[in-house]
């Protein structure tokens, strides 16, 4: 838990919790605060199997997990491959493609080559960019760091005067920023454990979007659940989520979020490989809907990774 990244605080809450949910069922567990000792924590802890609650950052993007298999440790999760991929905004959203997968129309953007974008996903008449670049969509754009997690740095631009302050806040993140075309709709999440759905929210920010400002401050946000809407649009909505993850080749417990824009049409944002786990976190608050309380999920993400070959 812990670690460097911007989301340490939430990785630190999420960390202790599910510790003190492995220490109820009677496992002998150790809170690790990741920093550049943690090698020797480890052997002195004699630790035999890794739970990751390392949100973002070297925790999500594979760093950790083949840190852990050249230490011959067994560990919670996704593996390199799919972590990497997951939080690798760009990079997802290419194999969501190649798979089927529905996504907003996007494009990459370097802060080192701005005239230059990595990738297009629409073949619709280009608006213009402030910077010189082409979309291939309207406004208004939704603009992120493309290796960032839980809304960080995330602005959304109506106008196109508004697009190099939120490229700004983006490029704070990295040099790869991602921009894609704003859906208005509904946000549903999808929980995924062991490879089946567990359950849905729909999340109901009082901001514009699901900021991490919402995500975070009590009663900001209004959660359904399960989501108020058509059954088979629910189940057309978990069937794409349930895809995407197996599309990155996920494991474990994942929470694949979506927008459900005006015409019905669910679109897979991310999936997070490493959710959140304190109390009142949407992957919790869904399984405690399909009948597992936390400590059960906690032990039943620990038990996939135990027998996982």
């Known amino acids: 838990m812990g670690g460097t990244s911007a989301e340490r605080e939430v990785s630190l809450k999420s960390g202790m919790a599910v510790y003190r949910a492995l220490e109820k069922r009677g496992y002998n567990a150790a809170p690790i605060d990741v920093n550049h000792t943690v090698s020797r924590v480890l052997e002195e802890e004699k630790i035999e199997i890794a739970f990751l609650v390392l949100h973002g950052g070297h925790g999500e993007n594979g760093a950790v997990q083949g840190f852990l298999e050249l230490m011959g440790i067994p560990y919670t999760g996704s593996g390199i491959l ?155 909505t978990e069937t794409i989520a349930l895809a995407a993850h197996r599309a990155l080749g996920c494991g474990g417990a994942t929470r694949v979020d979506l927008i459900i824009s005006k015409n019905f049409e669910p679109y897979v944002l991310e999936v997070n490989t490493i959710p959140g786990m304190t109390e009142t976190s949407l992957l919790p608050k869904i399984a405690q809907l399909s009948g597992l309380d936390f400590t059960s999920l906690a032990e039943a993400i620990l038990r996939e990774a135990i027998t996982e070959p």
């Open 82 to 236: 799919a972590s990497a991929l997951a939080m690798d905004k760009e990079a997802s959203k290419r194999m969501f493609l190649s798979n089927g997968v529905p996504v907003p129309p996007f494009i990459e953007i370097r802060k080192s080559g701005l005239n230059t974008p990595a990738h297009n996903s629409s073949s619709l008449t280009p608006s213009s960019l402030q910077t010189g670049l082409q979309t291939g969509f309207a406004l208004p754009w939704v603009v992120k760091p493309s290796t960032e997690g839980s809304s960080i740095g995330v602005s959304i631009v109506k106008e196109e005067t508004e697009l190099n302050t939120a490229l700004d806040q983006a490029f704070a993140f990295g040099d790869r920023a991602i921009i894609e075309q704003y859906i208005e709709g509904r946000e549903v999440q999808v929980g995924i454990l062991n490879n089946r759905v567990l359950g849905s929210v729909e999340v109901r920010p009082e901001a514009e979007f699901y900021s991490y400002e919402a995500k975070y401050t009590p009663g900001m946000t209004e959660y359904i659940l399960p989501p108020e809407m058509d059954p088979d649009l629910l189940s057309a």
